[in-house]
């Protein structure tokens, strides 16, 4: 009968010690939920957090992103001159003043100045301040 009382008493402790195991894992269970809870309303309330940025942000882009107006082009324009029964049109005589000039100088010009004679029938020409003078007949 004594070896009955020791196992008595050792189901009783396993017992014990079951409940015990059961009360420690509910508690540690309890702990685990509420800091995944609390975790998971860290996140929820980031998201919304990020969500409201966004949004912010969007809506600020959209007040900001109005358009200019086009800026106003300049005419067309085409100058021709006329005398004595002859026309020349001011593009062809820069295009020969440049040609002529990129030929003798062999690099790029940087500017023209123009000087039409129509008297003499000649156009003359100053190509980078001074670098390159000449002249045509048009």
Known sequence: MAETKKTAAAVEKAAAAKETVKAETKSTVKNVEEK??????????????????????????????????????????????????KEVKYADMVKKATQLSKKAIKTTVKDIKIYVKPEENMAYYVANDGEQIGSFQI
């Open 36 to 85: 995944v809870k609390a975790a998971a309303k860290k996140v929820v309330d980031k998201t919304n957090e990020v969500k409201e940025a966004a949004e912010k942000k969007t809506a600020a882009k959209k007040t900001t992103a109005k358009k200019a107006p086009a800026a106003k082009k300049a005419p067309k324009t085409e100058v021709v001159l006329q005398y004595a029964g």
